[in-house]
């Protein structure tokens, strides 16, 4: 019998949806990953990381354990749905150290479980059964339940590819393909993922020194920002993973973009109300994180998957380095380029419907 932790199975990225009935293809949740033990009265709610999250998520552990039959080990996504879609953000705040929170957040912005993929059945493991028998045995397990959700699962590509553009207006991450006949691999990338990006131009604003380095010698990140519609710069996150050569090269060509840059700056001084500004404090980080101003001279264009936030946002990833923008004024970069995908009832998409909101 399995016992925790257990290492979830992985996606890599992928480029198209292909055609053939080789996979299974399912939407890409966009939430925590968790693995659900049940075992006897018990019930173990484990991350990615193998790092426990049943305190965070009371709701959950009490609806698990009575509507799941001891033994079973299922793989899924936890999330949180709120006017329609998926909160990330309402997701997130979820984690908190105050036992008081934890229950209060647990009854204004309940989670949902989503199953996509069983490990375990009463009568013993089924890691080794083909991702299509695994996916029966799934809907068999589950059909009779309401602590949990099923996630839509198709087998023709152009469902899968219809998804991938219709279901992100319910706030999914795109779409995974999984081998039909492959087992349950645990710690292999043996799914594929098929993901969103967006391109946007950005100001750099800022950056920080890659660590462990002596600073001026090599680029970290760079810090971007987009104009609201009040001209206020905003911080919208960063673009990073650049190559060793490319750091070092990138700190001698933004050296002189450095003088001045503290000189009026949006993110420092006298900051206007309600302007996102890099490294602000919070239950993650206890101190303010370092970085160098720049002068607002430099336009960047970068790609992205999602946001998040609100208005005024930001990136919920690391964006990646496209191209720079000389043709671009900094003053032009503003929240307007931001793609806003069409809207779909996030309970639609849990029934494996596409349904538009009203």
Request: overall charge negative; aromatic content about 8%; glycine content about 10%.
């Amino acid at each position: 019998m399995l016992t925790p932790p257990v290492k979830p199975m992985l996606a890599k990225p992928a480029g198209s949806i292909p055609d053939g009935s080789e996979l299974i293809f399912e939407p890409k949740w966009d939430g925590f990953r968790c693995l659900v033990f049940r075992d006897g009265d018990e019930v173990v709610l484990q991350s990615r990381s193998s790092k426990p999250l049943n305190r965070y998520f009371p709701e959950m552990v009490e609806r698990l354990t009575a509507g799941l039959p001891s033994g079973v080990v299922l793989d899924g996504e936890l999330v949180v749905g709120r006017n329609g879609r998926l909160d990330f953000d309402a997701l997130s705040e979820r984690i908190h150290p105050a036992v008081s929170r934890v229950n209060m957040l647990a009854e204004t912005t309940p989670a949902t479980f989503v199953a996509f993929d069983v490990l375990q059945l009463p009568s013993g493991p089924v890691l080794d059964e083909p991702g299509a028998k695994r996916r029966d045995l799934l809907v068999d397990l589950v059909s009779g339940t309401d602590a949990v959700s099923l996630t839509p699962a198709t087998r023709d590509a152009d469902v899968a590819r219809q998804w991938f553009t219709l279901f992100e207006g319910a706030g999914l991450d795109g779409v995974i393909g999984k081998p039909a006949d492959g087992p349950y691999t645990p710690d292999k990338r043996t799914m594929l993922k098929f993901k969103h990006s967006r391109t946007a131009d950005c100001v750099v604003a800022g950056l920080r020194w890659y660590k462990d380095t002596e600073p001026g010698t090599s680029v970290g990140s760079l810090l971007l920002g987009l104009h609201d519609h009040n001209g206020t710069l905003h911080s919208v996150g960063v673009v990073g993973s650049f190559p060793k050569e490319r750091r070092v090269e990138l700190a001698s060509e933004l050296a002189s973009l450095m003088e001045g840059g503290a000189e009026g700056h949006p993110w420092l001084g006298e900051i206007a109300e309600g302007t996102r500004v890099p490294g602000e404090i919070n239950r993650w980080r206890s101190a303010q994180a370092s970085w160098v101003p720049l002068r607002l001279e430099r336009v960047v264009e970068v790609s992205y998957e999602h946001t998040e936030g609100g208005y005024p946002g930001r990136f919920r990833h690391t964006a990646q380095f496209q191209r720079w923008r000389p043709d671009r004024e900094p003053s032009s970069c503003d929240y307007t380029q931001l793609d806003e995908p069409a809207r779909y009832d996030l309970d639609a998409v849990l029934k494996g419907e596409v349904r538009t909101r009203d």
